[in-house]
């Protein structure tokens, strides 16, 4: 075989793997936990590694395909460098490296991203090639918002999960802001291949199919892809404002440039006061006008100030990926009782990212980490210039390529990347790093028959595979297995026939030893949550598997000593134990008090959990001074104020209980007009049970009495509390009316009631 058929087969290859990596966003893994984000992420990790096998062979015998030096691949380089320092100095550095399921991001990521960039970058030497491989993103793009619009139409299957995202499409992206930033950047992939094709045909296609991503932008409702698009229409306004133009087409948009602008701004402003007329029926239209009232956005600022607060603590190289949660360690959360927290409430911070580009490789890399992030951004601007004054590419493609990374990173302002918008990112930054040396003639094959080079080829491939492969079964293999276990074990949890069943695969799983270890730990203590909630004690292996679980999060926190919510995890999970096994009492007190000396700032976090400890001491008092600490800090939770009644109770003070129960009406009538028209009560059965019981507790029989009064009328066919107000009508010395109501519970239930019944009629 020649030498030159051999590299050329490689290079198929190579550009068979690589031409696979657009079409990433169609798969959607149903196998493994987190089915929109973790089989993409392997796919791509692995299509990355088995390319990279051929391109280490051909790169170590042919000078052809090396990356040419560059000073966007220094910016890469460096970049990755410098993360991997920050990850390796960081408190965390075996999540910084591996991240989550949830994520699937970390310095591994970082790692194939770059891996990623040299080898198109090195493989890609024609225009050709490039724009064949930004067709094949375009085509993908289609796929998913002809999906995303079969959501919309409900012409899928699955409509449910459609409508628990509250009617915004997520396609097979699985989020409709991530959709949103996928579809934005291919659509500039269109506009460069609209630009490069000649055929008046493919222009026509091309402008459709921008159009239909566009549409699907607009129903995701995603108000940062909003601002993007806003953001780039006034770049290329000014752009043509106060730029050089030289054609009579050009000389045109600079006339309207400004004028268009300013009519935006004027109309804006007009149109503000009116926001919540009739149009404000519209879905999409409507998060966008209300965006600065939403309660979410104003969370963000919150997480925003708690993020720069963590930034001033490391500001040098971070905290390193994934470690986000550290920060709250040392920095105060300025919005408590989020649902960030497993047992409080309220709006979510998002506190695993900032929500902000900057902020985000602030938190993660520091400020050293940050300026060779925006270095990348420098040195495509950089790039494109000089591809331009080289006339290498059109006017028209050099703003549209900058334009495309001014759009990317004013959307990146408000969320984050995945893996769908990080391969699109590193496809354009290849695709400028190499316009001063991409022709449009094709390489001229090498004919010369070199048998030993033939033999090296195959040695360096073959060494680079059992590399790749013995990597590739701890990098890909068994997380995948472990995510596969996770997956059936939340999809089929319900048909285990015992507990020990379960717990069989729950050790399989942690048998693998991989970082999806951590996911599988909280989905223990979530089942063992369950477990103590509806008091499945009978059920077989239950001891064992809570004992199991226990064991598990301990682990847990003991390697993730940073991260609040784990211990907090484990701490409730102790406290839950401690209503059936009083020794848990002490272990849960020294937990909290742990809690507290690594979290001195936010002490607030536990005060639930703390309360509740104090009220199986019987140490009332106490538990009462916590609650009102809690609600010091947030008055206009109701379910503080409940939490506020139900210690009032405690401690007989009667003032408190009615004043209490009172702004948990206030507050829930503001918030639901059913409540406020009557149609819907103001306390669920299961609170009303819970004051029932905590008054029974204490012997307060009359406030038991009122609150079973309004059980009855919610649930009037009931025989349990017909026999419980009974009970409470005999200790209240009321045996008529004990007798009567036990006679009602006999007759609705006389299965369960008439024996129980009849010791009352005997007293």
């Not at 104003?298 to 100030?305: D, G, M, N, V």
Request: proline residues 3%.
């Amino acid at each position: 075989m020649h030498f030159g058929k051999l590299k050329n087969i490689y290079i198929s290859f190579i550009k068979i793997f690589i031409f696979l990596i657009p079409l990433l966003p169609l798969y959607v893994s149903s196998s493994m936990v987190f089915p929109y984000i973790t089989g993409k992420n392997f796919a791509f990790r692995i299509l990355v590694e088995l390319a990279a096998v051929f391109w280490l062979g051909l790169i170590t015998l042919s000078n052809e395909h090396r990356p040419k030096n560059s000073i966007m691949l220094l910016a890469v380089l460096i970049f990755t460098f410098i993360v991997g320092l920050a990850d390796l100095l960081g408190i965390n550095p075996y999540n910084s490296f591996w991240s989550n399921y949830e994520r699937m991001e970390g310095y591994i990521t970082i790692l194939h991203l770059a891996l990623y960039f040299l080898i198109i970058k090195s493989i890609l030497k024609t225009k050709k090639d490039w724009m064949i491989f930004f067709n094949i993103f375009l085509i993908a793009s289609i796929l998913v918002s002809i999906y995303a619009l079969f959501q919309k139409f409900n012409i899928v299957s699955w409509v449910k999960e459609y409508e628990a995202s509250a009617g915004r499409v997520y396609s097979t992206i699985g989020s409709p802001p991530f959709l949103a930033s996928y579809l934005l950047f291919t659509i500039f992939l269109g506009l460069i291949l609209i630009i490069n094709t000649q055929k008046l045909y493919l222009k026509y296609c091309y402008i459709f199919f921008i159009i239909l991503n566009f549409l699907v932008i607009y129903y995701t409702r995603t108000r940062g892809a909003i601002l993007a698009i806003i953001t780039g229409i006034t770049f290329v306004g000014l752009f043509y404002a106060f730029g050089k133009v030289k054609t009579p087409k050009e000389r045109f948009i600079k006339k309207i440039a400004l004028p268009a602008i300013g009519a935006f701004i004027i109309l804006s402003i007009l149109f503000w006061p009116v926001r919540y007329t009739d149009i404000h029926k519209d879905k999409p239209f409507s998060r966008f006008v209300s965006m600065l009232e939403d309660p979410s956005a104003q969370s963000r600022l919150e997480t925003w100030k708690t993020a720069w607060a963590g930034i001033k603590e490391r500001p040098i190289l971070g905290w390193g990926q994934e470690n986000f949660t550290g920060i709250y360690t040392v920095v105060p959360v300025s919005s408590p009782f989020s649902r960030f927290f497993p047992f409080t409430f309220s709006e979510p911070l998002w506190t695993d990212r900032a929500h902000n580009i900057i902020l985000d490789w602030l938190i993660n890399a520091g400020f050293i980490g940050l300026f060779s992030y925006l270095a990348i951004f420098f040195s495509a601007f950089y790039f494109t210039r000089v591809a331009l004054h080289k006339n290498l590419i059109t006017k028209t493609e050099g703003f549209t390529i900058i334009t495309a990374i001014v759009v990317y990173f004013t959307q990146n302002l408000f969320i984050f990347d995945t893996i769908n918008t990080y391969i699109i990112f590193f496809t354009l930054l290849a695709y400028i790093d190499n316009l001063d040396y991409t022709n449009t003639n094709e390489a001229s094959p090498v004919t010369v028959s070199n048998n030993l080079r033939i033999k090296q080829y195959a040695r360096i491939t073959l060494f680079a595979l059992l590399i790749f492969s013995f990597a590739a079964y701890f990098m890909n293999y068994k997380p995948i297995k472990e995510a596969q276990i996770s997956n059936r074990i939340s999809s089929y949890y319900s048909e285990y026939d015992s507990f020990l069943t379960l717990l069989v695969d729950f050790k399989k799983a942690l048998s693998f030893k991989t970082f999806g270890d951590n996911d599988i730990r909280i989905r223990m203590a979530i089942i063992a949550e369950r477990i103590l909630k509806y008091k499945l004690f009978k059920d077989k292996g239950t001891l064992i598997f809570l004992q199991s679980s226990t064991v598990e999060l301990e682990k847990l926190v003991a390697s993730n000593s940073h991260n609040l919510s784990y211990w907090l995890y484990l701490i409730d999970i102790y406290n839950r134990i401690a209503f059936y096994e009083p020794s848990f009492i002490s272990k849960t007190e020294n937990l909290i008090n742990k809690f507290i000396h690594l979290n001195p700032k936010n002490q607030w976090m536990v005060y639930f959990i703390q309360a509740d400890n104090f009220v199986l001491k019987k140490d009332y008092e106490n538990a009462y001074l916590t609650i009102k600490k809690a609600v010091e800090l947030a008055p206009q939770k109701d379910t503080v104020q409940l939490r506020l009644a139900l210690a009032g109770i405690l401690t007989s003070r009667e003032d408190v209980v009615n004043s209490a129960l009172d702004n948990v009406k206030k507050i829930r009538v503001a918030k639901n007009p059913d409540i406020a028209e009557g149609k819907t009560p103001v306390f669920s059965v299961d609170e009303l049970q819970l004051l029932t019981q905590t008054s029974m507790d204490v012997k307060s029989f009359k406030r038991s009495m009122e609150f079973l009064k309004e059980i009855i009328f919610i649930s009037p066919d009931e025989a349990k509390y017909h026999f419980d107000i009974a009970k409470v009508y005999l200790a209240l010395g009321d045996k008529t009316n004990a007798i009567k109501e036990a006679k009602k519970a006999a007759e609705l239930d006389p299965l369960n009631y008439t024996h129980e019944a009849n010791k009352f009629l005997a007293r």
